[in-house]
């Protein structure tokens, strides 16, 4: 199968959006941690 750079373009931009959600919930979890670990 070739490949076209329609089909380039879409797999690029997936992979684009799944790093997006993975910064997103690794920055979210890091706030959680750092909120979770200030002394009270």
Same mark, same amino acid.
């Given at each position: =199968? *070739?490949?076209?750079?329609?089909? =380039? *373009?879409?797999? @690029?931009?997936?992979?684009?959006?799944?790093?997006?959600?993975? *910064?997103?919930?690794?920055?979210?979890?890091?706030?959680?941690?750092?909120?979770?670990?200030?002394? @009270?």
């Amino acid at each position: =199968m *070739e490949i076209t750079p329609k089909a =380039m *373009e879409i797999e @690029y931009t997936h992979i684009k959006r799944f790093n997006l959600e993975i *910064e997103k919930a690794y920055a979210i979890g890091l706030t959680a941690i750092h909120i979770h670990s200030l002394p @009270y």
